[in-house]
């Protein structure tokens, strides 16, 4: 194990995703996750200050296609997917009062 | 028969496309319990198609390319009223409103859809051991995996389930699966194949692409789902590829160089069977006539960490949406944020969640330079390095992964060594550039091998010349 991640970084991180771990999933978690960063620590050893990032492999801007009036997406088809629907809306448990 | 004698065969009526697709069926019937390559087989709806197609034909419509060719389509491309599941408990029951762009242009050049296959959950993976919905195994050895993590398109044309099937390939999920399956396999230029359908893991390095038995079949499909799509901001603005002067063209005079740092050089675990076939593979290629030689590509050794980097920031992000609101499976609670995370713990399997926090800690406060900015320079260096390789070298040559086909549960407690599994793979994502994988030669366990024919943006046509020439080689020599 190195000092990559901690338990306490998983946890925090699994808050944030929107997932919760038993006792058990935060240790190996941790583990794995260090073992992963561990090996990316190569990168360490470049030189990157001068160089630029990339977040994309295509020099694409600004991609616009004509303003056309096309098909348009059929509500009842999206809505037919959902677990919950009321009114012709997503319908979901009470999202104020959390006690988190 | 390969794929692309069918349409002829068809139209000439020796055959007809409902008997084409029997025996097909046929063989799922034998096999796929044992192999498992398929999430769902649409036998009804393909009997159909296949009668559609025949009366049609009869009527002397000309259907177009792919008449009558039964396609297998990997289960993370979305198919109106059809079950996409993307292997996920997550995704189970939904029906996608829309068909995927590429599912139209297959449709409309007349192939019969029979199937969607299994993958990896969310194509994380290098074994098609993350399923929610159980292993997929390699049909030429059932205790080995087929590779990942579209494995399950590649056992589906290695077992003679279809001649030609459909997969994704974000970090080498077409490639390494066609090496251990003995199949061909193509990652086109990133944006050459519409994603529009696709459910993204990591967007800026997803891309489609087919698995065939052979290199021309490989062609003959790519050529269908290539070209502009305006569903698609990143689809490149070309006409579909046409590459068939390419199969039949041979190599005379290109200049070829072999990746030294993926091919026994700095990067450790290619195994000896393996380098093997890459030297033959080599010989044939000088052979007919190309220029072989050692060359470095420097920053290749870094790719696997900024992939890993990269992929799964993108992943936490796309997959953000699986929150039980809009569609698949909810795990009710008395708040949404509590629905949320029950629906979330519960939907996805491990290697999604482990993917998901990784890529949330990189991308978090206090680390977002040191791993993501980190590792998306290292990406300007990969390019930077094929640059200078494609100045001197019309291809690149390594091979596809790094062992032959592993035994089921080798690594599935080891993420890391997984991981491994993609090292000559991912630079071509990194960079958005095509390579495809042919098989060549067999490893000391009789198992397939296979190599990778890389070129630079947009250059399939010469990437198939080469592909062309190794399949016409290994087929001569066994």
Sequence with gaps: MNERISRDDVAHVARLACLSLTNDELDSFTSQLADILEHAADLDALELEEIEPTAHPLPLANVLRDDEPGAVADREKFLASAPQVENNQFKVPPALGDPA | MNAREIPTAIRNGETTAKEVLETYLEAIHNREEEIHAFNLVLEEEARNEAER???????????????????????????????????????????????????????????????????????????????????????????????????????????????????????????????????????????????????????????????????????????????????????????????????????????????????????????????????????????????????????????????????????????????????????????????????????????????????????????YDAYYGKSQKVRTLIMNDFANAYKKYDLLLSPTAPTTAFPLGDKTEDPLQMYLQDICTISSNLAGHPAMSVPFGKGTDGLPVGIQVLASAMDEHTMFRAGAVLEASNQGKS
């Design chain 2, 53 to 367: 197609i025949d009366t049609l034909t009869a009527e002397g419509e000309n259907l177009g390319p792919l008449t009558g060719i039964p396609v297998a389509i990997k289960d993370n491309i979305c198919t109106q009223g059809v079950p996409t599941t993307c292997s996920s408990k997550i995704l189970d029951g939904w029906r996608p409103p829309y068909d995927a762009t590429i599912i139209g242009r297959l449709r409309e050049a007349g192939a019969v859809i029979v199937g969607k296959t299994n993958l990896d959950e969310f194509a994380m993976g290098a074994s098609t051991e993350n399923s929610a919905f159980g292993p997929t195994r390699n049909p030429l050895d059932t205790t080995r995996v087929p590779g990942g993590s579209s494995g399950g398109s590649a056992a589906a044309v290695a077992a003679g389930f279809a001649p030609l099937a459909i997969g994704s390939d974000t970090g080498g999920s077409i490639r390494q699966p066609a090496a251990l399956c003995g199949v061909v396999g193509v990652k086109p230029t990133y944006g050459r194949v519409s994603r529009y359908g696709l459910v993204a893991f990591a967007s800026s390095l997803d891309q489609i692409g087919p698995f065939a038995e052979t290199v021309a079949d490989a062609a003959l499909l790519l050529e269908v789902i290539s070209g502009h799509d305006p569903l698609d901001t990143t689809s490149i603005p070309e006409p579909p590829l046409d590459l068939s002067t390419a199969l039949t063209q041979g190599v005379e005079g290109l200049r070829i160089g072999v990746i030294d740092e993926l091919s026994g050089g700095a990067i450790e675990g290619i195994s000896d069977d393996v380098l093997e076939c890459l030297e033959d593979a080599v010989q044939a290629l000088t052979s007919a006539g190309a220029i072989v030689e050692r060359t470095s590509v420097p920053s290749t050794v870094y790719g696997l960490s900024a992939y890993y980097v990269i992929a799964p920031a993108e992943a936490s992000s796309n997959l953000a949406r699986y929150d039980g609101v809009r569609f698949g499976p909810r795990v009710d609670a008395k708040t949404t944020s509590e629905m949320m995370v029950a629906t979330r713990t519960a939907g996805f399997g491990d290697e999604v969640k482990r993917r998901i926090m990784l890529g949330t800690y990189a991308l978090s406060a206090g680390y």
